[in-house]
C-alpha cells in the first residue's frame, strides 16, 4: 500500500492518498485545498484516483472535490448526513474569508459497514459522527483515517452546527479504541 499524507489548503487539513501498489489506482480522502499538490503527489508515483472521500462536509476536507473530480473522473464519496454541506461550501468558506467552490453532488453515500475497494486495498467505513452528523472513519488491515474525529492528544471540535461532544467520545470510545 502506498500511504501519503499532505497538509493542504489555508486551514492546514491532512489529506491523505492511499495507493495500490500493484494496480496503482488511488482514493484521495479529504481534498481540502492544494489541487495542484495533490495531483502532483498522484503522478509522482503514476497513481490514478478513482475514488474522492470526504471524512465529513467542512470545506477544510472537502474544498477541492470539484477541481479533482474535474481531472480525475474519480467516484465522490460522503455519508448522507455530511452531503448537504459539500453542496454548500462556497457559503461556509466565504464565512472564514475564503473562496471555496461549491462541491459536485456524491456520487455515492457511505454507510456504516461499507466496504470501499480499489485494487488490494479495501476500506471499512464506520459511522463516527460527533464533529459532524456524517463523520466517518476510514480502516484499513493496517491503519484508520479518522479525519477531525480524533487527533493526536485531543478530539475534533463539537461546537459547530451539528456537533456532539458526546457522540463523539462514545464512537471514539466504542468504535475507535476497540480497533486491534
Known sequence: MILK?????????NCYILGCER?????????GGDPDKILLALAKDNLRCVYIINTHGHFDHAADNKRLKQV?????????ADAPMILQQSSSGGMWGMKVDDSPPP???????????????????????????????LVTDQIVIVGDTLFAGSIG????????????????????FTLG
Not at 73 to 80: F, P
Not at 108 to 137: A, C, N, Q, W
Request: net charge negative.
Open 5 to 13: 499524507m499532505l497538509v493542504v489548503g489555508p486551514i492546514q487539513a
Open 23 to 31: 494496480t496503482k489506482e488511488a482514493a484521495v480522502i479529504d481534498p
Open 72 to 80: 480525475t473522473g474519480a467516484e465522490l464519496l460522503i455519508h448522507r
Open 107 to 137: 456520487d455515492r453515500y457511505l454507510e456504516e459497514g461499507d466496504v470501499i475497494t480499489f485494487g488490494d486495498i479495501s476500506l471499512k467505513v464506520l459511522h463516527t459522527p460527533g464533529h459532524s452528523p456524517g463523520s466517518i472513519s
Open 157 to 176: 471540535r463539537t461546537d459547530f452546527p451539528g456537533g456532539d461532544y458526546d457522540g463523539l467520545i462514545r464512537n471514539v470510545r466504542e468504535k475507535i
